[in-house]
């Protein structure tokens, strides 16, 4: 079992453009959600997706989306990017009644 | 609204000591708790997890314990080594009959344990 996967694992973009990260589940999990950790602080919540539709969405603009395919896997999509998009994105996984795995993380830097 | 709270923020101990980290949460309805380790710039490996009917949880040398009519967690490391020094997060969900997963998370206790 591969555990929690994500794409790419560094990412640098230029503020105004757009950034799609990737995140594969583990196995058998149906439930895919998206944090963001600035350095120092706990990772956020931005939004879960279950059965391929956001049931929970956490204090995040419009400008983070989502998607999660037939397979489970998920994208998060983040346009006009500003400095302040600047952190780790961590993909969890999870069913429920159990606990949350955590994929190793993509470092996006805008400039 | 959640709020979670660690303490201590970071934590420096020598090689073989005990050593007990703090959670506490304001909303005692929770469905779980979990405890988390992070290396620097990496993901989270999932600890402990602790259901709301639950007051612990062993693995190995880590130990978690949970009240939650007082909004507390703590975890109890023992006979700490170098490689333990990381990052510790706990987190709660509410309390949710559908299984959602939102995490609330504190800021996490950095540990060192010095060789």
């Not at chain 1, 706990?42 to 279950?50: A, E, L």
């Not at chain 1, 983040?78 to 993509?106: E, I, K, P, W």
């Not at chain 2, 469905?31 to 290396?39: A, E, H, P, V």
């Not at chain 2, 009519?69 to 309390?95: E, F, H, K, N, W």
Request: charge should be neutral; hydrophobic fraction near 30%.
């Amino acid at each position: 079992d591969a555990g929690v996967t994500q794409s790419p694992t560094h990412l640098i973009k230029t503020r105004g453009q757009q950034v799609t990260l990737r995140c594969s589940p583990k196995s058998g999990h149906d439930t895919v959600s998206w944090y963001q950790q600035a350095l120092g602080q706990g990772p956020q919540f931005i939004f879960q997706y279950y059965e391929e539709e956001e049931r929970q969405r956490g204090n995040f603009p419009d400008r983070f989306s989502g998607h999660q395919f037939p397979n489970y896997s998920s994208e998060l999509n983040v346009n006009a990017l500003l400095l302040g998009d600047s952190a780790l994105y961590l993909c969890a996984s999870s069913l429920a009644g159990g606990g949350a795995f955590f994929g190793q993380g993509t470092r996006l830097t805008v400039v | 609204k959640q709020e979670v709270t660690q303490i201590p923020a970071a934590l420096s101990v020598p090689e073989g000591e005990n050593l007990v980290l703090n959670c506490s949460f304001t909303d005692s309805a929770i469905y779980n708790l979990q405890w988390f380790r992070q290396d620097p710039g990496k993901g989270l490996t999932s600890l402990l997890l602790i259901q709301s009917s639950q007051r612990e949880q062993t693995s190995g040398r880590l130990n978690a314990s949970l009240d939650k009519s007082s909004g507390r967690s703590t975890l109890y490391i023992a006979a700490s080594q170098p490689g333990d020094s990381a990052t510790y997060l706990c987190a709660v969900p509410p309390y949710s009959g559908a299984g959602s997963y939102q995490l609330t998370f504190g800021k996490g206790t950095k540990l060192s344990v010095i060789p």
